[in-house]
């Protein structure tokens, strides 16, 4: 059916947008959880401190993006509603089980996998169930809906800090279960207007039954090369995304000794990307079809270069400058997902194009905080981490600039087939009537002599 642009759909996208703000929010906020962990759990004797715990935070954000394969799968199977509840309810448990460990390792399962899952199984229908509802304005719904994480990101980090100084780690982990609880109950606004694919077999059959396996994992979308560029491209670019989130607010405790409130950094971070989101979001409207790359390039550019300048940052007041720049583009490039994926797969296979996107994205934004831990912890400082950040996202905006041609190009393919089939059915009539001509001529005269 065509989407009613509106109607219950305004209340879908404030329950989408709760989602993104619960999840991210927490998952943005996970430098000032990362202090938290190196004070409770660390030790002076050792060595590998940083590279340990920050397999916390980053493991938790992978495994959100790596398990949305998975996630498209159940959402075609059934429906964005079921898949968002189950999703809401396994991370409440991952994170409740969070707040009763002793070590830094049972975190590893508890908040960097269940709770990760949790959140992925939530997210993920978030975006696909606002094309049930949207079309002409899923690139401003789009950004609203991203900016709930750049809301909760704004206020989370002060009330998270607020909350460990006076309730400790745990109990502010037992706070932010409301938030998971919530969207709980956001997830049955969920009300799909496609009907998923177990459905429609079942409709066919008469009966409930499983789709073909075709159906269910469904890699036609590699097909396409401009999605294959997209695909890989994107992820090449995010090795270094998540190193500032986890390692930018220990960095300026040790450059500026605590004399400075770190916190208004994410806070900068979270203000500029939620108006990113919405400029962009917006702009991507006005942009034709797969056009809209270019506001990715443009956005990597700029995330790039500036991870690269925050060591160059010896005032407090050059960090907050950069950090805004890095949210604006921050907002930019996560904005316009959805819309690029139903540009150049369409809407039949868009659910898994983004499942199949955010599972390769997994591995870049996993890896790339404990190797910066890591550096950290042999050369004593975070400069050489953040200059190598700032690589990656030039690298994949230069791959993304081949999109738009090479998307225009198939889609003149396309056109091109039917063209030449309507020339050879033309030439084939045209045939058929000359035959039928000559076979009348002479029956006619034949006709004229007797």
């Known amino acids: 059916?065509?989407?009613?642009?509106?109607?219950?759909?305004?209340?879908?996208?404030?329950?989408?947008?709760?989602?993104?703000?619960?999840?991210?929010?927490?998952?943005?906020?996970c430098g000032v959880l990362f202090v938290s962990m190196l004070q409770l759990f660390g030790s002076s004797e050792d060595k590998q401190l940083?590279?340990?715990?920050?397999?916390?935070?980053?493991?938790?954000?992978g495994m959100v993006f790596f398990c949305s394969p998975i996630v498209s799968i159940f959402t075609d199977l059934f429906g964005c509603r079921k898949v968002a509840i189950i999703g809401a309810a396994v991370g409440?448990?991952?994170?409740?089980?969070?707040?009763?460990?002793?070590?830094?390792?049972?975190?590893?399962?508890?908040?960097?996998?269940?709770?990760?899952?949790?959140?992925?199984?939530?997210?993920?229908?978030?975006?696909?169930?606002?094309?049930?509802?949207?079309?002409?304005?899923?690139?401003?719904?789009?950004?609203?809906?991203?900016?709930g994480s750049s809301l909760f990101t704004v206020s989370l980090p002060f009330l998270l800090r607020v909350l460990i100084d006076s309730v400790d780690l745990f109990n502010t982990l037992r706070v932010?279960?409301?938030?998971?609880?919530?969207?709980?109950?956001?997830?049955?606004?969920y009300k799909p207007l496609v009907p998923n694919t177990k459905d429609q077999e079942g409709g066919k059959k008469g009966k409930s039954k499983f789709p073909p396996a075709k159906k269910i994992c469904n890699f036609s979308v590699f097909k396409v090369l401009s999605y294959r560029i997209w695909a890989f491209g994107i992820p090449a670019a995010l090795f270094g995304y998540f190193v500032?989130?986890?390692?930018?607010?220990?960095?300026?405790?040790?450059?500026?000794?605590?004399?400075?409130?770190?916190?208004?950094?994410?806070l900068c971070l979270g203000i500029t990307s939620g108006v990113g989101r919405l400029i962009f979001g917006r702009v991507a409207d006005y942009i034709p079809g797969a056009k809209k790359i270019y506001l990715q390039v443009a956005s990597f550019f700029f995330i790039g270069l500036m991870s690269m300048m925050i060591p160059l940052c010896n005032v407090f007041g050059a960090l907050v400058a950069v950090c805004l720049f890095m949210g604006l583009f921050d907002g930019c490039f996560i904005c316009i997902m959805a819309p690029i994926a139903f540009e150049l797969v369409g809407a039949q296979d868009v659910s898994q194009a983004i499942g199949f996107l955010l599972g390769l994205m997994s591995v870049p934004m996993t890896v790339g905080p404990p190797i910066a831990g890591l550096l950290r912890d042999k050369l004593g400082t975070y400069d050489v981490a953040f200059y190598l950040a700032g690589v990656p996202p030039l690298i994949g905006g230069a791959i993304l600039c081949f999109i738009p041609w090479v998307h225009e190009r198939q889609k003149l393919k396309e056109r091109a087939k039917p063209v030449d089939g309507e020339t050879t059915e033309k030439m084939l009539e045209n045939e058929s009537t000359l035959v039928s001509d000559t076979t009348e001529k002479p029956v006619k005269e034949l006709d004229s002599g007797f």
Not at 51 to 58: D, E, L, M, N, P
Not at 123 to 143: A, D, E, T
Not at 244 to 264: A, D, Q, T
């Open 244 to 266: 500032p989130y986890v390692h930018l607010m220990n960095h300026v405790k040790e450059r500026f000794h605590g004399s400075v409130p770190e916190e208004v950094l994410l």
């Open 92 to 147: 409440l448990v991952g994170l409740l089980s969070s707040s009763f460990v002793s070590t830094i390792e049972p975190l590893y399962f508890t908040y960097g996998i269940l709770f990760a899952c949790g959140c992925s199984f939530a997210y993920q229908p978030s975006l696909v169930i606002l094309g049930h509802y949207f079309k002409k304005r899923l690139g401003l719904v789009n950004g609203i809906v991203t900016a």
């Open 176 to 189: 932010l279960c409301i938030l998971m609880f919530v969207l709980f109950l956001a997830g049955f606004t």
């Open 1 to 29: 059916p065509e989407p009613p642009e509106g109607g219950w759909g305004w209340v879908v996208m404030l329950a989408a947008m709760w989602c993104n703000g619960a999840v991210f929010g927490i998952q943005n906020s």
């Open 50 to 61: 940083a590279f340990k715990t920050a397999w916390v935070s980053s493991l938790s954000m």
